[in-house]
């Protein structure tokens, strides 16, 4: 009886600090909702919300250039990752060799990498490949920063699936390119769809890359786009506001329908020891 | 036949190759390649437009930088803050999620808790921008209802901004900690806590005999990679402060980002990154160390 009445109070408390913890996602709500004239009117409840601030935003050419950017970003970081990653992992997972271990933590320490410093040392080969303002230079950067945790990721998930399964195939005439793709992605899509969104939310959230990279009104991801809007001489933080949840928007929905491999995804590493 | 199995043998090795090669070039490449140049620039001056070679100059003006001994005392103090505030909350919540399993909306409230780490940095940081803004604070306006005097969170010429700037961050990344935590939690099997029941175990006792070993590998694990990613953070401070207000929350990656690609001195820029490399290098050994731990108890 005791330790029930714990648990209602520990529940309780939970609903109390997740509530705590929406804040900033309300002012995020609340503020979208508000006209320029009556953004400091009131400080929860908008006084006269209106829907100015979205309907603006979708009518703005260069606002929505920003997400089609970001979505073009996201898109080929994904891709790539995918690829790269499921054919690495398998190999890794398939084919033993001397020094294997070495080269795995490699791969993984790369991941630690100060971005600030990879900026640094590009920055001229970027310039001279004539990849400066081209979309290209900052897909594959960014591929480079997802890779390492998906080949990882699909090595653990490709460890999992019995060797047997390839050798079946085998047997039966596939070449070990046709057993890995017809027989081995098939299986594998959880994985797959883990790694593809992290990579996804990873190109998507891309920021300093984008600064130093993309430089020119119309070059901007949503991220910059939106720091942009901090910079004007007055802010209109209806307006900016509205803009946060528009590209916050992707990712959420994405979350809400793939939480499962989501989460499967960051914890899968990790809690295996 | 002999000679065939060797061919297969070699067959499948030499594909084996054409699995692993691109993945790897393709990330060694982006990565090895501007750590070489980073430290090769470092012993250049770049800034003058032509290359001349100074030995360890820049590095020696690094050392006798100020500027770049309070970057680093700020990255450290901005790492110990949010990382602690991400390690508090994060298995504060796991715990208090775990014992509340049963009840039905403590899997919503496990989703709304994870939100904060879905936002990109730039929206996180442009919503807590309308929050602490020097002008017209959200949260200094709360502060009045209550009849608080409001502070200068972001704009103040003390620790105060670095501190927000380290809860701002604390309140994005717990949900990391949290989410890894939990899933610990839930693949520790029921009959070891009912066992310890049987044998008089205290709630104490069960807790730091049974839920904290488990949880320590993933503890490390997950405690490593914050700190390293953490300490050379750049988006939040950038977009929120730059840097500002006098310096006051420059840290080592703002202050590099700032000498290369505003003053652009790639010289002296790379060698504070060597620097900052050299520092992280320390964390890595250690994670690695522990992986490899995971690896041979696993």
Same mark, same amino acid.
């Given at each position: 009886?005791?330790?029930?009445?714990?648990?209602?109070?520990?529940?309780?408390?939970?609903?109390?600090?997740?509530?705590?913890?929406?804040?900033?996602?309300?002012?995020?709500?609340?503020?979208?909702?508000?006209?320029?004239?009556?953004?400091?009117?009131?400080?929860?409840?908008?006084?006269?919300?209106?829907?100015?601030?979205?309907?603006?935003?979708?009518?703005?050419?260069?606002?929505?250039?920003?997400?089609?950017?970001?979505?073009?970003?996201?898109?080929?970081?994904?891709?790539?990752?995918?690829?790269?990653?499921?054919?690495?992992?398998?190999?890794?997972?398939?084919?033993?060799?001397?020094?294997?271990?070495?080269?795995?933590?490699?791969?993984?320490?790369?991941?630690?990498?100060?971005?600030?410093?990879?900026?640094?040392?590009?920055?001229?080969?970027?310039?001279?490949?004539?990849?400066?303002?081209?979309?290209?230079?900052?897909?594959?950067?960014?591929?480079?920063?997802?890779?390492?945790?998906?080949?990882?990721?699909?090595?653990?998930?490709?460890?999992?699936?019995?060797?047997?399964?390839?050798?079946?195939?085998?047997?039966?005439?596939?070449?070990?390119?046709?057993?890995?793709?017809?027989?081995?992605?098939?299986?594998?899509?959880?994985?797959?769809?883990?790694?593809?969104?992290?990579?996804?939310?990873?190109?998507?959230?891309?920021?300093?890359?984008?600064?130093?990279?993309?430089?020119?009104?119309?070059?901007?991801?949503?991220?910059?786009?939106?720091?942009?809007?901090?910079?004007?001489?007055?802010?209109?933080?209806?307006?900016?506001?509205?803009?946060?949840?528009?590209?916050?928007?992707?990712?959420?929905?994405?979350?809400?329908?793939?939480?499962?491999?989501?989460?499967?995804?960051?914890?899968?590493?990790?809690?295996?020891? | 036949?002999?000679?065939?199995?060797?061919?297969?043998? #070699?067959?499948?090795?030499?594909?084996?190759?054409?699995?692993?090669?691109?993945?790897?070039?393709?990330?060694?490449?982006?990565?090895?390649?501007?750590?070489?140049?980073?430290?090769?620039?470092?012993?250049?001056?770049?800034?003058?437009?032509?290359?001349?070679?100074?030995?360890?100059?820049?590095?020696?003006?690094?050392?006798?930088?100020?500027?770049?001994?309070?970057?680093?005392?700020?990255?450290?103090?901005?790492?110990?803050?949010?990382?602690?505030?991400?390690?508090?909350?994060?298995?504060?919540?796991?715990?208090?999620?775990?014992?509340?399993?049963?009840?039905?909306?403590?899997?919503?409230? #496990?989703?709304?808790?994870?939100?904060?780490?879905?936002?990109?940095?730039?929206?996180?940081?442009?919503?807590?921008?309308?929050?602490?803004?020097?002008?017209?604070?959200?949260?200094?306006?709360?502060?009045?209802?209550?009849?608080? /005097?409001?502070?200068?969170?972001?704009?103040?010429?003390?620790?105060?901004?670095?501190?927000?700037?380290?809860?701002?961050?604390?309140?994005?990344?717990?949900?990391?900690?949290?989410?890894?935590?939990?899933?610990?939690?839930?693949?520790?099997?029921?009959?070891?806590?009912?066992?310890?029941?049987?044998?008089?175990?205290?709630?104490?006792?069960?807790?730091?005999?049974?839920?904290?070993?488990?949880?320590?590998?993933?503890?490390?694990?997950?405690?490593?990679?914050?700190?390293?990613?953490?300490?050379?953070?750049?988006?939040?401070?950038?977009?929120?402060?730059?840097?500002?207000?006098?310096? #006051?929350?420059?840290?080592?990656?703002?202050?590099?980002? #700032?000498?290369?690609?505003?003053?652009?001195?790639?010289?002296?820029?790379?060698?504070?990154?060597?620097?900052?490399?050299?520092?992280?290098?320390?964390?890595?050994?250690?994670?690695? /160390?522990?992986?490899?731990?995971?690896?041979?108890?696993?």
């Amino acid at each position: 009886m005791i330790k029930k009445k714990k648990t209602k109070i520990n529940f309780i408390f939970l609903i109390l600090i997740t509530i705590i913890s929406m804040f900033p996602i309300a002012v995020m709500v609340s503020f979208s909702f508000r006209s320029r004239a009556t953004v400091f009117s009131s400080i929860f409840f908008p006084v006269s919300p209106t829907i100015e601030n979205y309907m603006s935003i979708f009518k703005n050419k260069l606002l929505m250039k920003y997400l089609f950017n970001s979505f073009s970003l996201a898109t080929f970081v994904t891709l790539l990752s995918i690829t790269l990653g499921t054919t690495t992992g398998y190999g890794l997972s398939r084919y033993k060799f001397k020094g294997q271990k070495a080269l795995l933590i490699l791969l993984f320490s790369t991941q630690m990498a100060p971005p600030v410093f990879i900026a640094t040392g590009l920055f001229k080969l970027i310039i001279r490949l004539g990849l400066y303002n081209n979309l290209l230079s900052l897909i594959l950067i960014n591929t480079a920063g997802t890779l390492p945790f998906a080949i990882w990721m699909m090595k653990g998930y490709f460890d999992g699936i019995p060797k047997s399964i390839d050798e079946a195939a085998m047997i039966d005439g596939c070449s070990c390119w046709k057993a890995y793709l017809k027989i081995i992605i098939p299986v594998s899509t959880p994985g797959i769809l883990a790694i593809g969104i992290y990579s996804f939310l990873m190109g998507w959230s891309e920021y300093l890359y984008a600064t130093i990279f993309m430089v020119g009104n119309d070059k901007n991801m949503v991220t910059t786009g939106i720091v942009h809007l901090l910079g004007r001489f007055i802010i209109q933080w209806g307006l900016v506001m509205a803009y946060a949840i528009i590209i916050s928007a992707p990712i959420l929905i994405l979350f809400v329908v793939l939480q499962r491999y989501f989460v499967s995804g960051l914890t899968g590493g990790a809690v295996k020891g | 036949m002999f000679t065939l199995l060797l061919k297969k043998r #070699r067959k499948k090795i030499s594909s084996g190759y054409l699995f692993i090669v691109p993945g790897v070039a393709f990330v060694l490449f982006l990565t090895i390649y501007p750590l070489v140049n980073a430290i090769k620039m470092s012993f250049f001056n770049l800034s003058s437009g032509n290359n001349i070679f100074v030995g360890f100059l820049n590095y020696q003006k690094a050392f006798q930088d100020q500027t770049m001994w309070l970057s680093m005392a700020h990255s450290f103090y901005f790492t110990i803050f949010s990382v602690s505030l991400h390690f508090l909350f994060g298995l504060g919540l796991a715990l208090l999620l775990n014992s509340v399993k049963e009840y039905k909306g403590s899997s919503i409230c #496990r989703g709304l808790l994870f939100l904060p780490w879905l936002f990109s940095s730039a929206v996180w940081c442009v919503t807590w921008q309308l929050i602490l803004h020097p002008q017209f604070s959200i949260l200094n306006e709360i502060f009045n209802v209550f009849g608080l /005097k409001g502070l200068n969170w972001i704009s103040a010429d003390s620790l105060l901004p670095l501190t927000s700037l380290s809860i701002v961050n604390g309140w994005k990344f717990f949900p990391f900690h949290m989410i890894m935590y939990f899933a610990v939690l839930q693949s520790i099997p029921k009959e070891l806590y009912e066992a310890a029941s049987i044998d008089g175990a205290s709630g104490n006792q069960k807790f730091f005999y049974i839920t904290l070993p488990s949880l320590y590998h993933t503890i490390a694990i997950v405690l490593t990679i914050d700190t390293i990613g953490t300490f050379h953070y750049f988006d939040l401070i950038w977009i929120l402060t730059q840097g500002g207000p006098m310096n #006051r929350t420059e840290v080592l990656s703002t202050y590099i980002y #700032r000498k290369v690609f505003t003053l652009g001195n790639f010289g002296y820029g790379s060698a504070m990154s060597v620097i900052l490399i050299v520092i992280l290098i320390a964390f890595i050994t250690l994670y690695i /160390k522990i992986l490899l731990k995971g690896e041979f108890e696993g």
